[in-house]
C-alpha cells in the first residue's frame, strides 16, 4: 500500500485487536476469506437494481454473487425449498422466504423494513433501548422515532425480563401495525411463538431483529423465529461472523412484502450494491454452514455462561439474573454503591479489556453514563477460548473494578 499513513493505521489497529480481551457483544473477527472477498474488484462495480433487472451493464459477474449469496442464506436457515430455482422472482430462489441482501448495515434495513411496511406516522412498537431495544426499533432520538409513531415496551422491573402478558396488553391497547422483537442487550432467549400470538392478536405485522443472535440461530443454540415472523432482519457481522452488512428476510405469500421491501431498498433508499460486501456476508453464510461453526455457536454460548457465573460468584450482580445467549449485562452501579459503567469501562480498557457501558433496565443514570456493562463472548471465542478462559477474565475484571 502506497498510503504510508493509512497502512500505519491499519497495523496500529490490528496491533490493538490483538492485544486486547475484546468483550464487544456486537463484534467479532472475520476470517480471512472473508476480509479477502471484502477486499475484492468486486467494489469497484455498479449495479443498481437486482440480478437479472439492473439498470447497469456488465453485472453477470455481480448477479451470480448476490444470487449466492441469496441461496446461501436461505440455505443457512432452512428456508431453502428443496429443488432451488436460480431467479424465480427475479431476485431470489424459490423458496417460501425472500431475501434481500443489499441492505449496506442493520440501521438501514430496519428503516427499509418499517418505510415498506407501515404508513409514515403509523404505529411501530419495539423495546425501549434503555431495557434492551436497538435505536432503530423506535426509539425517539431514531428516525424510526420520528417518522413513525412508536410505542416502547420495557422488561419486567422484578425479573428483568420481557413479561407477554403485558406486551400483549399494550400491543391490544395500541394496536400498532408492526411488533419488532429480537434485540441489541437482551441476554434470555425470545419466545417468538408468543410474539405471534401477540402480532395475531394485536394485527400486527411481526419482526424479528436477529442480528445479535443470527449466529446462534445458524449455529443450531437459539430458537429460529422463521417459523413465527413475518419479517426477519439481521446484521451479519456480529455472532454470524461475516461483514459489515445486513439481510432482510420476508415470508412470501399473497400479501407480497418482498416485493415492497426490495422496491424500498432500490430505488426508495439506497443506490449501487456493495458487491463486495455481498460476496464477503456469501463466504460467511458458507462458513456458517458448517459443524465446526455449530461448535463455536455452542461454545459461545457456554462461555458467556462462564463469565456470568464467575462474575456472579464473586458478588456482581448479573441483570436478568443470568444469560441463555452470546451477551450480558453486568451492574456495576449497584444503586450508588458502585461505579459506573463508563467509569468501569475505562478502567477495563486501561488493563486492556475492552466492553461497553450499557444501561440497564430501569436505569436511573444516562446512557452515555449508564450503570451498567455489557460483556459478549464471541469475539475471544473465535480466538479459541474456552470457559475456563472466561472464568479467568470474570476474575480479572473483579481486580480491575475492585482495585
Ligand atoms: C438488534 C440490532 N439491530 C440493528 C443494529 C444496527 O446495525 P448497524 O450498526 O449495522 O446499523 C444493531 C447494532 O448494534 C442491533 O444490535
Known sequence: ????????????????????????????YVSKDVLEALGS???????????????????????EVELLAQ????????????????????????SNWSVNVQPLSGSPANFAVYAALVPQGEKIMGMELTHGGHLTHGQKVSMTGKFWSSILYTVNKTTELIDYDEVKRIAI????????SGYTAYAHIVDFKKFREIADAADALLLVDMSHFAGLVAGGVYPSPFPYADIVTTT???????????????????????????????????????????AAVAVALREADTPAFKRYAAQVVSNARALADELARLGWRIVEGGTKTHLLRVDTWMNGKGMSGREAADKLEAAGIIVNENTIPFDTRKPMDPSGLRLGSAPETTR??????????ARKIDAILRN
Open 71 to 94: 441461496e446461501r442464506a436461505l440455505h443457512l436457515f432452512g428456508l431453502a425449498d428443496k429443488s432451488p430455482s436460480i431467479g424465480v422472482r427475479g431476485n431470489s430462489i424459490s
Open 41 to 63: 474488484v468486486l467494489t469497484d462495480k455498479y449495479g443498481e437494481g437486482y440480478p437479472g433487472r439492473r439498470y447497469y451493464r456488465g453485472t453477470s459477474v455481480v448477479d
Open 1 to 28: 500500500m502506497f498510503d504510508i499513513q493509512i497502512k500505519k493505521l491499519i497495523a496500529a489497529e490490528r496491533t490493538r485487536q490483538k492485544k486486547v480481551i475484546n468483550l464487544i457483544a456486537s463484534e467479532n
Open 173 to 180: 391497547a395500541e394496536k400498532p401495525k408492526l411488533i419488532v
Open 236 to 278: 451479519t457481522h456480529k455472532t454470524l461472523r461475516g461483514p459489515r452488512s445486513a439481510m432482510i428476510f420476508s415470508k412470501v405469500d399473497a400479501r407480497e412484502l418482498w416485493k415492497k421491501i426490495d422496491k424500498v431498498i432500490i430505488p426508495g433508499l439506497q443506490g449501487g450494491p456493495h458487491f463486495n460486501a455481498i
Open 384 to 393: 479459541g477460548k474456552k470457559e475456563k478462559d472466561f472464568r479467568e477474565i
